[in-house]
Structure formats: C-alpha cells, structure tokens
C-alpha cells in the first residue's frame, strides 16, 4: 500500500516537467531537448511557497523551428508554447535554445 502511495506522489511530482516535454516535443520536434527541475534552488524565495514544486526549469533545446529566428523569436515561441504551464504554477525558465544550422 506504501509503495502504490509513493509512486502516485512521485507522479503527481513530475506532471509539469511531463506536460512541458510533451509540449516542447510536439510543437518544435527538437533534436536535442534537455529538461532539468531547477525548483530545488528556489525554495525559500520570497515569492514561491514551501509547498509549490516545479517553478524553475532549465531547457535546452536544439530544433530546425528555431532556423532563421532571433534569440528573442525563439524564447517567445517556447513561452507562448509553454503559457498555459505559467498559469498552473511554473515561475521561470532558464533557456539554452539552438537552431540546427
């Protein structure tokens, strides 16, 4: 009974970090896509509270979507793909975004 509990608790711990790479991996198809819970390093902000979990990401990513795009072109096409997310909790993002060029 333990166990059953644990495993509904880690998986309710990642539905963000699965709901963003999902997200990611439909809309730009990356070649290299690297996701990293950062929230750990934000607890005690002032802002976040004790019992909120995954608000901080790092995302690295590496998609033909980005070719000829700006920087700023492609960190608002990933906060646009990523929007709904920022309204269920997620506070920031720390990107690493490429093109395949």
Known sequence: MSFYIISKFRKLMNQRYYAIKKKLTEQLSPEVLEIRDDSYMHKNHGNIKE???????????????????????????????LKEEFTKGLHALELDLSDNK
Not at 70 to 77: A, D, E, P, Q, V
């Open 51 to 81: 019992e909120d979990t995954e608000t901080h990401f790092y995302i690295k990513i590496k998609s033909s979507f980005f070719n000829n795009k700006s920087k700023l072109s492609m960190h608002k096409l990933v906060y646009d793909i």
